[in-house]
């Protein structure tokens, strides 16, 4: 394997399978058979996982909520999601540990980075719920924060699109997929991979991010293996 120790980040919006809210089981199913083929291999998993199949604070700001309450709701979503994928990959035989940023002692470990890695270390997969425990910080922030602090050799950020594209693949049919790309040159281009504040932690501390279509049946594993032709990776 290319990487002895990932983060992988997913999107909330991907548990909804085919589903318009909440938690398709079909979908946990699927992707708990895709980590634990890495997984086997000796890979070590860290995951972060969104919330927005479940609740989004910046839209409940959008209609009149107050964004710090609505934030910390997001992150509550995030554990819920965390507990779903911590069930999926443990019917599948694999060891977990859920580590929260909010301490919830009753259903997860709060989050302490040494008590993280040494999970890591012994072959648990660890799940980071509630995000980075602050409102007004994404999911891919908190993704990127504590891949620099497990000291993760990447990112990989899950999504239904197979990598970074021109324009939008989904609307614009004449875009074209870049194989690599450099930090500097996704800022220059304008291109959309995270939010600002987690695209400028990953670049400081030169943890490449490679954007992949998790929704693939065996394209995580291609990814560790350091298949270039899946998905894009954006380096220094």
């Known amino acids: ?5 990932i983060l992988l980040k997913l999107s909330g919006e991907a548990l909804m399978g085919e589903k318009q809210y909440g938690i ?14 890495i997984h086997d291999k000796g890979v070590q998993i860290a995951i972060v996982i969104g919330g927005g199949n479940i609740f989004r ?10 964004r710090v309450q609505g934030d910390y709701m997001g992150m509550l979503a995030t554990v819920i999601n965390g507990m779903a994928l911590q069930g999926a990959l443990e019917d599948a035989g694999m ?11 009753a259903i997860a470990e709060p989050y302490i980075k040494r008590r993280a890695v040494r999970h890591l270390e012994k072959g648990r997969i660890v799940i980071f719920g509630a995000g980075t425990g ?4 994404t999911t ?6 504590r891949g620099v602090e497990v000291d993760a050799d990447v990112i990989l950020k899950g999504t239904r699109v197979d990598g970074i594209y021109t324009a939008d693949p989904e609307k614009d049919p004449s875009a074209t997929k870049y194989e690599t790309l450099t930090f500097e040159e996704v800022l220059a281009k304008g291109l959309n991979v995270m939010d600002t504040t987690a695209f400028t932690l990953s670049q400081e501390n030169a943890l490449p ?28």
């Not at 604070?57 to 107050?66: L, T």
């Not at 060891?95 to 002692?105: D, F, N, P, V």
């Open 1 to 5: 394997m290319k990487y002895n120790r």
């Open 24 to 37: 398709d089981p079909k979908r946990l199913a699927e992707y708990a058979a895709e980590i634990k083929q």
């Open 57 to 66: 604070g910046v839209a409940g700001a959008a209609n009149g909520m107050d």
């Open 95 to 105: 060891q977990t540990r859920l580590q929260t940023a909010l301490e919830i002692k």
């Open 134 to 137: 602050n409102p007004y910080f």
């Open 140 to 145: 891919d922030t908190a993704a990127v924060l």
């Open 209 to 236: 991010i490679i954007v992949f279509d998790m929704n693939k049946p065996g394209n995580l594993q291609k990814v560790c293996l350091g298949d270039v032709e899946v998905g894009t990776t954006v380096t220094v």
